[in-house]
């Protein structure tokens, strides 16, 4: 059916008087928590070992499982790594942890400030990355062998480092011993202000 411009009704408005969509809906105030923030209860380790700036993001899950990532005030943080190595010792390949079953049979364990792995950076520097959290390493992240720099790009995404099962009997004593997100940010603010 053909039609004539006659057959066109003109409602009367003016296309510069209707809003947007986006200046019609206001969706800040419905958007969904994301996936971390749902399940997850972030906490930071701090000065790991007592070293200065070996800070660590511990996401904490509703079933007890640690995943581990550097915080943005890591020395790494601002750093290039050129790659990272999993061989911590003679006998212990980090990325060669195999477990079974749902006890994690034949994990690797971790203590806090143990090294799940080293980094060596484009400035020569070699950094041992440290478990903040003791307890069963449940797996390391593989892809940080292929793309070392997502651990500064993307540390609460694909750059996490390890995912770390504390023992049941020890987890509220672990989790008491790392900071809320409100004392690492406190904590952070008074030292910038020294």
């Keep these: 059916m053909k039609m004539d411009k006659s057959s066109v009704y003109d409602f009367g408005i003016d296309d510069d008087s209707v809003p947007s969509i986006e200046q019609t809906v206001d969706i800040s105030k419905d958007v969904p928590p994301t996936v ?109 062998a292929e793309t070392p720099n997502i651990m500064l790009t993307k540390p609460d995404d694909l750059g996490f480092i390890a995912i770390v099962l504390p023992q049941k009997q020890r987890f509220e004593k672990i989790k008491d011993g790392l900071l809320t997100k409100e004392q690492y940010t406190t904590r952070n603010s008074s030292l910038t202000e020294i």
């Design 36 to 144: 971390v923030q749902r399940y997850y209860e972030s906490r930071y380790a701090t000065n790991v070992n007592e070293k200065p700036n070996q800070d660590y993001s511990v996401l904490i899950h509703s079933n007890n499982l640690c995943i581990l990532s550097l915080a943005p005030t890591h020395v790494l943080m601002g750093k290039t790594i050129d790659k990272i190595d999993f061989q911590v010792s003679g006998n212990t390949d980090r990325l060669s942890n195999i477990m079974t079953g749902k006890g994690k049979r034949g994990a690797q364990i971790v203590q806090a400030g143990s090294t799940l792995c080293k980094v060596h950076c484009s400035d020569g520097e070699e950094h041992k990355i440290l478990s903040a959290v003791p307890g069963k390493l449940v797996q390391m992240n593989s892809k940080l």
